[in-house]
């Protein structure tokens, strides 16, 4: 079993950054693929990025590509994604996901869900 926290959202100007932290629970969370999605209103939720396990592996939604980075610490068993060059467009709820298999965009494969961290950024 793993749980998810997500922490560090908020409320950020146009070409700002903020980085989402998301703590997780459990031993074994080293052998997880990490993935962040987000789901604006009246949308569906879609994939952001997401990381192997032991973090040498990496993917990217073209939307985000060059401007966010996601990074992991598994001592900490902790996920981050950097986010700089923030777009309006960008805002939405931004879940942390974990699946024991490799990394993939759809979130019906991700076995675990946080909470949610809502990021808003103003134009």
């Known amino acids: 079993q793993v749980q998810l926290v997500e922490s560090g959202g908020g409320l950020v100007q146009a070409g700002n950054s903020l980085r989402l932290s998301c703590a997780a629970s459990?031993?074994?969370?080293?052998?997880?693929?990490a993935g962040w999605f987000r789901q604006a209103p009246g949308k569906e939720r879609e994939f952001v990025a997401a990381i192997s396990g032991i973090g040498d592996s990496t993917m990217y939604a073209d939307s985000v590509k060059g401007r966010f980075t996601i990074s992991r610490g598994n001592a900490k068993n902790t996920v981050w994604l950097q986010m700089n060059s923030l777009k309006p467009e960008d805002t939405a709820v931004y879940y942390c996901a974990a699946r024991r298999r490799l990394a993939t965009i759809d979130p019906t494969e991700y076995d675990y869900w946080g909470q949610g961290t809502q990021v808003t950024v103003s134009s």
């Open positions: 459990g031993r074994t969370f080293s052998t997880y693929t």
